[in-house]
């Protein structure tokens, strides 16, 4: 076998007809994506120095023919969402004679009915990465590494951000923690990474964060951790104070926002460190309004509050909360679309991810479920985009693909009414965030111009117009925060009426 000397690593794409995509708004700003894909370039840093490496991100450019011709092997790694673009990739590679190596999600949950993959290197790879190098080096490189022992975060090197064709992506992305202390039974997270979250010293991610400012990066920055807050007395007593001053010495360069459970209302303390530290948005899982539900499914943490009332506390701290809720759980009943909404409504989330109920590979639903004989199908991985569950629901099938539809149409609404109520309802329960407002550049200021010409013209233009018009008057210092609000507002638009429009024609 020829000696590794040039390595490809290519990620997948991930469809464009999910809320998640953003399609529809990255127009608006001339971006591409939403974000890069850290894991491949975090792996990009684990190489020796002495192979060449080039990135290819499908959600960006396109695979050529010269990029497989000029690797000796081929690296890929995917989510279960981007397995249709994982096996159009893994093809060429095969045709064009290159040895394919993966790893991810998709591959750690679905190895055994991948085909044409020479070699997996599976779960956490600081610890295995270099064994298989030295392996495929020598000629010997086994067809599986199974996940190794969780690493310690202080092994992660910093990504290689310089691989990154940095001016294609609305934001960039870092890592702090893995794991989550909670217990979801739909959640594979705490499943595949732990209860007990692994975190990264502080000094590493304030590296991370001069790493990307030295590339040129302004803007917002993902967090990405599935629950930022697991370990709360290092957040707020390490990372949070370095990032402030980092944050302060810097005059402000970054935006960040990232993934928490909603106990992050019960700690002013916490808030107080996220704001001071830049942070405007973060996303939790509320799931349902309904009791019965997330006992359920032992979301136990979303049991112990008010939801609404912490959700409202976070925004007063200048905190967006954006937030997924699900259908489809056994417990639901018909009126949880009417609940739903009010809730949605209520607390003023613009931005709500709602999804069927999906059992994925590896979590305790599935299992349950498989035990019950009520799996169908394997999940596809887009949980916002799919009209059925992947098994069978206690609700009536078509009951629950109309609740989905009907409570889409709802709170994106053909003139965005409801949507633009909620961003206002936010706008207003955030005040005056001083630190954490966007600041305008030229960008923003093309980000307006863009909107103005379209959006006027669009199904729901009164309501934009009336929208953008009222919040200049109100407040104009959040005035940059109502323009993003209305681009973002015309991806959930058109995602949602496409959406609609192919269940009548069904």
């Known amino acids: 076998m020829k000696k590794l000397t040039k390595a490809l690593l290519v990620y997948p794409k991930v469809p464009d007809n999910t809320y998640w995509s953003f399609k529809h708004a990255l127009r608006f700003v001339r971006k591409k994506s939403s974000m890069p894909p850290l894991g491949l370039i975090t792996l990009a840093a684990m190489f020796p120095r002495d192979v060449t490496l080039k990135l290819v991100d499908l959600n960006i450019e396109k695979l050529r023919k010269k990029d497989l011709e000029w690797a000796d092997a081929v690296f890929v790694s995917a989510m279960i969402i981007q397995k249709d673009s994982f096996e159009e990739v893994v093809a060429l590679a095969r045709a064009a004679g290159k040895p394919v190596i993966a790893g991810g999600p998709y591959a750690g949950s679905s190895h055994k009915e991948i085909r044409g993959v020479d070699h997996f290197v599976l779960g956490e790879v600081e610890n295995s990465f ?216 209520q607390t003023g989330i613009p931005q709500a991810m709602v999804g069927i109920l999906t059992a994925l590979p590896g979590t305790e639903l599935h299992s349950r479920l498989e035990r019950e004989g009520r799996l169908l199908r394997v999940s596809d991985g887009n949980n916002t985009h799919n009209t059925t569950a992947n098994f069978r629901t206690k609700m009536d099938a078509a009951v629950l693909q109309q609740s989905y539809t009907k409570l889409l149409s709802i709170i994106y609404d053909k003139n965005l009414k409801n949507y633009f109520d909620r961003c206002s309802k936010l706008l207003d329960n955030v005040g005056d965030p001083s630190l954490t407002m966007r600041e305008v550049r030229f960008r923003e200021i093309m980000m307006l111009l863009r909107s103005l010409a379209r959006q006027p013209f669009t199904p729901y233009g009164y309501q934009y117009l009336k929208f953008i018009t009222t919040r200049f008057v109100k407040n104009r210092r959040t005035f940059s925060e109502a323009v993003k609000f209305s681009i973002v507002g015309h991806h959930f638009h058109k995602i949602t009426r496409q959406m609609v429009k192919a269940q009548e024609t069904a």
């Open 130 to 345: 270099q064994g298989f190098l030295e392996d495929f080096q020598a000629g010997k490189a086994k067809g599986l590494y199974p996940p190794p022992e969780k690493p310690s975060l202080d092994q992660t090197p910093p990504p290689r951000f310089d691989l990154l064709k940095m001016e294609s992506y609305a934001s960039m992305s870092v890592q702090y923690s893995r794991g989550c202390p909670f217990n979801c039974e739909f959640c594979d997270i705490w499943k595949v990474y732990g209860n007990k979250p692994r975190l990264k010293p502080a000094e590493s991610m304030i590296r991370e964060l001069q790493t990307l400012h030295d590339q040129g990066w302004r803007g917002p920055v993902f967090v990405v951790d599935d629950n930022f807050i697991g370990n709360k007395r290092r957040v707020k007593a390490e990372l949070l104070p370095a990032m402030f001053r980092w944050q302060k010495d810097h005059k402000y360069p970054f935006r960040f926002f990232t993934e928490a459970s909603i106990n992050l209302a019960d700690d002013d303390a916490l808030l107080q460190g996220m704001a001071a530290a830049g942070f405007n948005e973060v996303f939790i899982g509320i799931e349902t309004p309904s009791a019965e539900a997330l006992a359920e499914t032992g979301k136990t943490q979303n049991l112990k509050c008010d939801m609404a009332r912490a959700v409202t506390k976070i925004q007063e701290y200048g905190i967006e909360v954006m937030a997924g809720f699900i259908l489809g759980f056994d417990s639901d009943t018909e009126d949880i679309v009417e609940r739903q909404a009010a809730f949605i409504q």
